[in-house]
């Protein structure tokens, strides 16, 4: 079974010696690798050829953090014409991670792939050990997120009207209700299933071809109906990703 390659999802070129995308020789980051490798993040893809499972694995490399993409089991995804595994690097854990998953994210668009049941943090496949990993160390703790406003964009972030599923709850997102609008700090779910003020939402947005992680809470709610507007709440965002932030922008 061949490996995955990535969509060309930058400008940047992939570096044969380093793996990943940068732009000047010098900037090549360190590779070697100081830590274990473990699973951080995986999702369900509907693909051509039927579902996959893509994951992200995440390792510390000196001053840095590592992140590599599997197909499951156990199949990396290389460079363009091969030589080496595509990587990602930044200074913490979490931004290497969402540097990996906004490229999933990106290739599964390119490819018109429907991305399906994400999940944040999980355990290796029963079939996968991450490697230079011992298979009784593999399993990966759940971390948790700090939460962090989004961005404001002046003093009221421009809104865009558009309809769109999306998913919301208190601890998983399993109440379906829909967008009224979107802003790059905000949104309104149309829904007759309030919940109270302040409540913080794991929500599960679904675009054209992906579904959206966000975590937001409730800033406002419409309790009784008024002409031409829908019962629903306006809930604020924290650490919207990327490619939300850019599906917003590309609105105006």
């Not at 010696?17 to 951080?40: D, I, M, N, Y």
């Not at 409540?199 to 599960?204: A, M, P, V």
Request: with cysteine.
């Amino acid at each position: 079974m061949r490996p995955d390659k990535p969509g060309n999802a930058s400008t940047e070129t992939w570096c044969t010696r380093c793996g990943s995308q940068h732009v000047a020789s010098s900037a090549c980051p360190a590779v070697q690798v100081t830590g274990p490798e473990k699973p951080r993040w995986r999702v369900a893809v509907e693909t051509q050829g039927g579902i996959r499972g893509y994951g992200v694995l995440v390792a510390r490399a000196d001053e840095r953090w590592r992140a590599r993409i599997v197909t499951f089991p156990n199949i990396l995804w290389m460079v363009p014409g091969g030589g080496d595994t595509v990587k990602f690097f930044a200074r913490t854990e979490e931004e290497t991670i969402r540097k990996a998953v906004d490229f999933v994210r990106q290739h599964c668009i390119q490819r018109g792939h429907l991305m399906r049941d994400e999940v944040d943090f999980v355990s290796p496949s029963k079939d996968f050990v991450a490697v230079g990993v011992p298979k009784k160390s593999a399993v990966a703790p759940k971390v948790e997120s700090p939460i962090v406003p989004a961005p404001a964009s002046g003093p009221s972030a421009p809104r865009y009207t558009r309809r769109l599923p999306v998913w919301f709850g208190r601890s998983k997102p399993t109440v379906l209700g829909h967008t009224g609008n979107l802003s790059a700090t905000g949104l309104f779910v149309a829904t007759e299933k309030l919940v109270g003020e302040g409540e913080l939402l794991g929500l599960s947005l679904e675009l054209e071809h992906c579904k959206v992680p966000l975590r937001g809470s409730v800033a406002w709610s419409r309790l009784q109906n008024e002409p031409g507007r829908e019962l629903g709440m306006g809930l604020h965002l924290y650490n919207p990703p990327p490619i939300y932030v850019s599906y917003v922008r590309a609105l105006a």
